[in-house]
């Protein structure tokens, strides 16, 4: 994040990259933040109700949250604009791309922050209810049962969009798997490949591409089992809490 808040400060012009992974870090560095903020020392030294406290941080950890996995898709999506051949109809966005990734952050921005102000109505102190009626989150935050149909509903909502967004990841990985795999097929006669031990560049990357998204797509679906599981039980103790905050980050 320091590394592109210097390249705007030293005047030079920002490409896609850069203000997506600032964007990145800076979403994750919040999110870092939100796991702190249940902490019991910080939680209770705050001078706010526990109400206000507990509303402000589940809306902060999913605007994060949701802001972490569309800023990735879209990442995704400019890696394969990036490496498209001129000729293709994805060539025509690159020499756009600078401005349409800024549209594209600003509208995440006011999107995410927009969907998640309905955690407002469904998120109160653990104090405020009985035992039988939430679904706790840690040692002071808990979900009113009260509310359980419209946090169910909301909650598809939620899968629905990122069900798209990792459907986008993985249909941009695959373009670009394909496009390398077509590249060393196309370069093969110019050097002979059975003479060189070491693997090919083609392969390298597609071996990179094929590990991350792999790695993405299997914590995401670890997060969506414990999110539907706990759901379903009305169960979220320390221990699955502290898990799924791992697998989020991750």
Same mark, same amino acid.
């Given at each position: 994040?320091?590394? %592109?808040?210097? =390249?705007?400060?030293?005047?030079? %012009?920002?490409?896609?990259?850069?203000?997506?992974?600032?964007?990145?870090?800076? @979403?994750?560095?919040?999110?870092?933040?939100?796991? $702190?903020?249940?902490?019991?020392?910080?939680?209770?030294?705050? +001078?706010?109700? &526990? +109400?206000?406290?507990?509303?402000?941080?589940?809306?902060?950890?999913?605007? !994060?949250?949701?802001?972490?996995? /569309? =800023?990735? /898709?879209?990442?995704?999506?400019?890696?394969?604009?990036?490496?498209?051949?001129?000729?293709?109809?994805?060539?025509?966005?690159?020499?756009?791309?600078?401005?349409?990734?800024?549209?594209?952050?600003?509208?995440?921005?006011? $999107?995410?922050?927009?969907?998640?102000?309905?955690?407002?109505?469904?998120?109160?102190?653990?104090?405020?209810?009985?035992? =039988?009626?939430?679904?706790?989150?840690?040692?002071? /935050?808990?979900?009113?049962?009260?509310?359980?149909?419209?946090?169910?509903? #909301? #909650?598809? $909502?939620?899968?629905? %969009? +990122?069900?798209?967004?990792?459907?986008? !990841?993985?249909?941009?990985?695959?373009?670009?798997?394909?496009?390398?795999?077509?590249?060393?097929?196309?370069?093969?006669?110019?050097? &002979?490949?059975?003479?060189?031990?070491?693997?090919?560049?083609?392969?390298?990357?597609?071996?990179?591409?094929? $590990?991350?998204?792999?790695?993405?797509?299997? *914590?995401?679906?670890? +997060?969506?089992?414990?999110?539907? /599981?706990? *759901? !379903?039980?009305?169960?979220?103790?320390? @221990?699955?809490?502290?898990?799924?905050?791992?697998?989020?980050?991750?």
């Amino acid at each position: 994040l320091l590394s %592109r808040i210097l =390249t705007l400060f030293l005047g030079h %012009r920002p490409k896609p990259h850069d203000l997506l992974t600032g964007n990145l870090a800076l @979403v994750h560095i919040l999110m870092l933040l939100t796991m $702190l903020f249940l902490s019991p020392g910080l939680f209770e030294s705050l +001078d706010f109700e &526990n +109400d206000v406290k507990c509303k402000a941080w589940f809306f902060l950890s999913r605007v !994060m949250r949701g802001l972490s996995i /569309c =800023t990735t /898709c879209l990442l995704s999506m400019l890696q394969a604009v990036t490496i498209s051949p001129s000729s293709s109809w994805l060539g025509w966005f690159k020499q756009k791309s600078r401005s349409y990734v800024i549209h594209s952050l600003l509208f995440l921005w006011i $999107l995410n922050l927009s969907f998640s102000s309905n955690l407002f109505l469904f998120t109160v102190a653990a104090s405020n209810v009985t035992q =039988t009626q939430v679904l706790s989150f840690g040692k002071y /935050c808990s979900l009113s049962s009260a509310r359980y149909l419209r946090w169910s509903l #909301f #909650f598809m $909502l939620i899968q629905l %969009r +990122d069900f798209s967004l990792v459907g986008g !990841m993985l249909l941009s990985s695959v373009y670009m798997v394909t496009l390398l795999f077509r590249h060393q097929r196309r370069s093969q006669h110019l050097h &002979n490949m059975s003479l060189s031990p070491s693997i090919s560049p083609e392969k390298r990357a597609t071996q990179i591409i094929l $590990l991350l998204v792999s790695f993405f797509v299997v *914590m995401y679906w670890v +997060d969506l089992i414990i999110s539907f /599981c706990t *759901m !379903m039980l009305l169960a979220y103790g320390p @221990v699955i809490l502290g898990v799924q905050r791992l697998v989020v980050n991750a």
